[in-house]
């Protein structure tokens, strides 16, 4: 098992802080991306919210099999990433609503907002919020090359609900995974020292820059 991990335990070993609860909100291209580069760094204790089924235009931008299609994302990636790297994560099949968010955030050190839907946003937010948890919101938008991760005191919700669907995007994967690494590295740094480090990202131009 030590071997799984083997650069992030010789140069920055998170100890018994890889036990922190994150609760992962959304399980699409940048939340199952996100929960797989989390659990591959060596985070054994993850917590993914998602309803939704996979579907076979979800291949291109997120880490399923065509066998997967049809199955729930929540409970694909908890089976996909104990067989990869034995990773406990609990894949959570639920809606999540304004009934149930507290409780489905419970315990976390942190939650990450990886909602596709503002509604949605708006509701795991508030609940983060209500319990004093840190939330870090991830997004796609612009023309498909555009992404931040942004901490919920520099966060500001959308005023409209409509978006565009990203699959549509021909640079999603992209800028989706790339979203999705920074992000990673950012909740790495807040759970080894409280940092909170945001970020914006076009991929057009190949330009990251600190927010």
């Not at 076009?202 to 990251?208: I, S």
């Amino acid at each position: 098992m030590a071997n799984y991990f083997l650069h992030e335990q010789i140069y920055r070993d998170l100890g018994e802080r890889a036990d922190a609860l994150v609760t992962i909100a959304g399980a699409g291209a940048l939340g199952a991306n996100l929960t797989e580069h989390l659990a591959r760094m060596g985070l054994r204790n993850l917590r993914v919210l998602d309803h939704d089924l996979i579907e076979a235009r979800n291949l291109s931008t997120q880490p399923w099999q065509t066998q997967d299609i049809g199955a729930s994302k929540a409970r694909t990636l908890t089976y996909m990433l104990y067989r990869a790297v034995g990773a406990r994560v609990d894949g959570r099949h639920v809606f999540v609503t304004q009934a149930n968010a507290g409780e489905l955030v419970r315990g976390s050190t942190l939650v990450v907002d990886a909602f596709d839907n503002i509604a949605s946003r708006r509701i795991i937010s508030r609940a983060a919020h209500a319990r004093s948890i840190p939330c870090c919101h991830i997004a796609l938008g612009g023309e498909g090359d555009y992404g931040c991760a942004l901490w919920d005191d520099a966060y500001v919700l959308p005023a409209t609900t409509e978006a565009p669907d990203l699959c549509d995007y021909p640079l999603a994967r992209p800028v989706a995974h790339l979203v999705a690494a920074a992000a990673a590295e950012a909740i790495f740094t807040f759970l080894m020292d409280g940092t909170r480090r945001g970020f914006e990202v076009t991929l057009r131009d190949l330009r990251l820059t600190p927010a």
